[in-house]
């Protein structure tokens, strides 16, 4: 997984991120997410409002591709800067989809990815593994972000997220972020080089991904729409449908369907894994990138 280093242009990374993000919301067929079929578990949201809102950020996000690659300043003030860049970028979101909160999560993970690969193309010395990039997001967010668990300790919860950390201290994507993304390293990303390998298309190889990502993630955006229980649940029903084959069949398709289903009954999205299917793709797209270009 090694990649030769090369600073990569800003409207370069803009356009990997908005193919990724475009890529996993086109993935279908998704549990309970909105894709080509239908709108999931979601009532305010369709593949239109998705596109929208990835063309209003995709730019912001880039930004922090930038900031990241001029940075001067040790890496916890740089996470000040991206952060300072993510509130614009929510702002266009909202703008774009009329007060629909649809990428807020990838924002975040985006946003410290594309920060750090910036960082990681500009100070490592030769070759660097793309992996580098998860070692700077660790080590750019962990001070800021415990302090944010300090400060969410000593207050009353003010979004769903704090309310699942006041009540089960669980630390979501933000716990992910501290520690370099582990979700990503040890299992999405390992797994979705694999299939690549065994040229597995790339909607079937997404749809096993996101899958895989369900089964080992703790989703907060599940559990704060239902409980821990469902959550275990549908991770069941994930893992089932993976480990009945290697290759997908029709008919394991049809399983894919039938779990949307019973996500949309139960009224549960796993939007977390969405967001971690879109940063691995980043990532990957961004290794393929970087290789072409030394090719």
């Known amino acids: 997984m090694k990649v030769t280093k090369r600073t990569l242009s800003e409207s370069a990374v803009m356009n990997l991120v908005r193919t990724s993000l475009l890529e996993e919301v086109y993935t279908t067929p998704k549990p309970g997410l909105v894709d080509k079929a239908d709108n999931g578990a979601h009532k305010d949201m369709d593949i239109a ?7 209003a950020i995709s730019p912001y996000i880039a930004k922090m591709y930038t900031a990241g690659k ?18 614009l970028a929510e702002k266009a979101m909202f703008e774009a989809t009329l007060g629909v909160n649809t990428h807020k999560g990838a924002i975040f993970t985006l946003g410290i990815l594309a920060a750090s690969l910036g960082y990681a193309v500009a100070h490592t010395t030769g070759d660097f593994e793309i992996f580098d990039v998860l070692t700077v997001a660790r080590d ?12 969410m300790s000593a207050r009353t919860p003010l979004t769903h997220g704090e309310v699942l950390y006041a ?31 065994y040229s597995v298309e790339p909607n079937l190889r ?10 080992n993630l703790k989703d907060t955006n599940v559990m704060s729409r239902s409980s821990p229980e469902t959550l275990d649940e549908l991770q069941a029903d ?25 996500c949309i009954e139960k009224n549960i999205s796993p ?3 969405a967001d971690i299917l879109a940063a691995t793709l980043f990532l990957y797209h961004t290794e393929e990138f970087i290789e072409s270009k030394q090719s």
């Open 271 to 273: 939007g977390g894994a």
């Open 206 to 215: 997404n749809v096993m991904t996101l899958l895989f990502i369900i089964a």
């Open 140 to 151: 750019m967010t962990y001070d800021a972000l415990e302090e944010d668990f300090v400060q």
């Open 238 to 262: 994930a893992m089932g449908i993976l480990d009945s084959t290697f290759l997908f069949t029709p008919y394991d398709i049809e399983k894919v369907y039938a779990l949307n289903k019973k």
């Open 167 to 197: 009540k089960y201290r669980e630390r979501g994507i933000r716990g992910q972020a501290q520690e370099g993304f582990p979700i990503i390293r040890e299992i999405a990303y390992p797994y979705y080089y694999y299939l690549t390998q």
């Open 70 to 87: 001029n940075a001067i300043q040790p890496l916890p003030l740089l996470f000040g800067e991206i952060r300072r860049i993510g509130v």
């Open 49 to 55: 409002v998705f596109e929208r809102s990835t063309q």
